[in-house]
């Protein structure tokens, strides 16, 4: 059997521990040999980032560096254009064999817009999702019948389940509750307050050092 691969998108803008301990704790929930970190170029869903790629992939390198397990994957940077993610695990996919695991890493929020992403039903085919959920809290309301009903299909909770298939199952993993967003650290530096313990400091160096988010673009 060949080890899971977790993908991990993102604008990343800046990266956080709580990227970098949603990626760490799926890790261990469901047995994945490595994390990508997948910089996204021009996300269709969300305002274009306030950061270069470049600026935005070399915080991600810093960030994961001392982490064996999670690299950083360039191709979205690269690629140009709009980031969908249905072509990015068709790349993965072709690249890393019909049989590896491969699972898509996002938050509950996320998922429960699933349904307007490109191609969303074909993503299902590539990649299982896990989905981030924090204890103690309600899952967040998916408005879609069409992804509702998927929910309810393709819902599993034993794990190995997903290290036994390539892709089409979508798994609920529990994580520690970690209240830090990029915007939050975006804030902090433009109004000169610490954001230490936010973000890794060799993050926070290159972000000084690069004077990065002192103004916000209109």
């Not at 970190?37 to 960030?63: C, D, N, Q, W, Y």
């Not at 072709?94 to 307007?116: K, N, Q, W, Y």
């Not at 509702?148 to 520690?176: H, K, L, N, Y």
């Not at 830090?180 to 290159?206: C, D, F, G, H, M």
């Amino acid at each position: 059997m060949q080890g899971s691969l977790g993908i991990l998108g993102g604008t990343f803008d800046p990266v956080h521990f709580g990227h970098l301990r949603l990626a760490q704790e799926v890790a261990g929930a469901l047995a994945l040999n490595e994390v990508r970190f997948i910089p996204g170029g021009t996300p269709p869903h969300r305002a274009t980032p306030r950061t270069s790629a470049e600026h935005r992939v070399a915080m991600v390198k810093l960030a994961i560096a001392d982490n064996p397990m999670f690299h950083i994957d360039e191709r979205e940077t690269r690629r140009g254009g709009l980031s969908y993610t249905f072509d990015t695990l068709t790349e993965l996919r072709s690249e890393v064999g019909a049989a590896a695991p491969l699972v898509l890493i996002m938050g509950a929020d996320a998922f429960s817009a699933f349904d307007t992403w490109h191609r969303w039903r074909d993503i299902f085919g590539l990649a299982h999702i896990a989905v981030a959920h924090r204890p103690g809290t309600a899952l967040a309301d998916i408005k879609s019948e069409a992804l509702s009903v998927e929910f309810a299909q393709r819902r599993v909770d034993d794990a190995a389940i997903i290290a036994g298939a390539p892709a089409g199952a979508i798994v609920v993993v529990p994580i520690t509750a970690l209240d830090i967003s990029a915007t939050a650290i975006r804030e902090a530096i433009q109004a000169k307050r610490n954001a230490r313990y936010l973000t890794p400091a060799a993050v926070i160096q290159y972000i000084e050092y690069n004077h990065l988010f002192l103004k916000e673009i209109s």
